[in-house]
């Protein structure tokens, strides 16, 4: 591309004329994201903002398959090759992220709730 071409575009855009580009490459996405990263504290948004960080990190340890080493429980090992104490740590570490996502995530979605429809009628 040529200098006048380039500086011929450069005049399209700020005139408004030809293809309309967008300067903001952020997407939609990430903007809802970031409204709801900064949430009041023990918001409804705030609630789900939590319950959505949970539930994500309980998905990363079931995909990296610390289930495996929840047999901790009846004193075998999940890998012999880590030893028994990280096996412990990381089977531990399962079930407490287990039952965050079974216990407290829907407790948190139902205060979320609760709380928005409080606020709503007040």
């Known amino acids: 591309m040529t200098t006048s071409a380039s500086s011929s575009l450069v005049a399209a855009k700020s005139d408004g004329g030809g293809s309309s580009i967008s300067a903001d490459p952020t997407p939609v996405a990430t903007f809802s994201l970031r409204r709801l ?5 023990l918001s409804p948004k705030d609630l789900v903002k939590r319950a959505i960080l949970i539930t994500i990190v309980f998905g990363i340890a079931h995909l990296a ?3 495996e080493f929840t047999t901790v429980l009846n004193g075998t ?7 028994f104490g990280i096996s412990a740590f990381l089977g531990l570490s399962y079930i407490f992220l287990y039952l965050a996502f079974v216990l407290v995530v829907p407790i948190l979605l139902l205060a979320a709730a609760i709380l928005s429809a409080w606020k709503r009628l007040r």
């Open 77 to 83: 090992m999940g890998s012999v090759q880590l030893g």
């Open 37 to 41: 990263w900064r949430a009041e504290f």
């Open 65 to 67: 398959g610390l289930k």
